[in-house]
Structure formats: C-alpha cells, structure tokens
C-alpha cells in the first residue's frame, strides 16, 4: 500500500473512533419521560375546567345597556353604503396554460380610491 491510502485508512479509523467515544460519554442514554401519567392529566384537566366555569360565572354578570338603540342620536345615523358594480376580471381558471382561456368570472369593482 502507498502512504496516500494509509493516511485515508487512519483518518476513517480516527473519525470512528471519535465517533464512538462521544457516543458513550456525552450522549445521555435515559431516555426523557415525556409521556403523563393518568394523574398528572386528570389534575390538569380539573385545574383548566374550574377555571374554564370560572370565567363563565364572570362573563354570566356582564350586563349590557341597550338604551343606546332607543337614542335619537343612534336612530338618526345614517348608512354610507354603495351597491358595488360588477365587472369582469381575470381568468375562470389561472392555472391553465398560456393561451387556453377558460370562462371570465364577474367580481366586484373596487370603491376605493388611491391617493397618489
């Protein structure tokens, strides 16, 4: 054998060996227990469910004044809504190739206006 291949032989036996000792000194052989046991769930549970009814019990005294909607002031507001026009735009299908049309879909023109 020349010394090329002899140096490659060593280098793959050095790596191995590397390989191993960290194996065996740094990596942490238990395994962690992540799983839960009945009891730790069933605690859990509890602890989310009491404080689940808890905020129930809360949100059950809100109490809402509704006499802003008898107010003449609410009744003489007025809505700004506009019917949107409908035009044509885009392709029924974008995924077909170039050159293939598929129907036009209609969709709503758009109302706002840009500030340049």
């Known amino acids: 054998m020349n ?9 793959i036996v050095v790596i191995i060996i590397v390989f191993f000792v960290f194996k065996i000194f740094f990596v942490d052989k238990a395994p962690a227990n992540t799983s839960l046991t009945a009891e730790q769930a069933t605690v859990d549970t509890s602890l989310t469910d009491k ?8 949100l059950n005294l809100v ?12 009744k003489s507001l007025v809505s700004s809504d506009r019917e949107l026009e ?7 299908n974008p995924f077909l190739p170039i ?6 879909i209609l969709v709503p023109k758009s109302t706002s206006t840009v500030i340049r």
């Open 3 to 11: 010394k090329k291949n002899i140096q490659i032989i060593i280098a």
């Open 51 to 58: 404080a689940t009814l808890a905020l129930f019990d809360r």
């Open 63 to 74: 109490a809402l004044d509704d006499t802003i909607f008898s107010d003449k002031v609410f």
């Open 86 to 92: 409908l035009q044509v735009s885009g392709r029924g």
């Open 99 to 104: 050159g293939v049309s598929g129907s036009n």
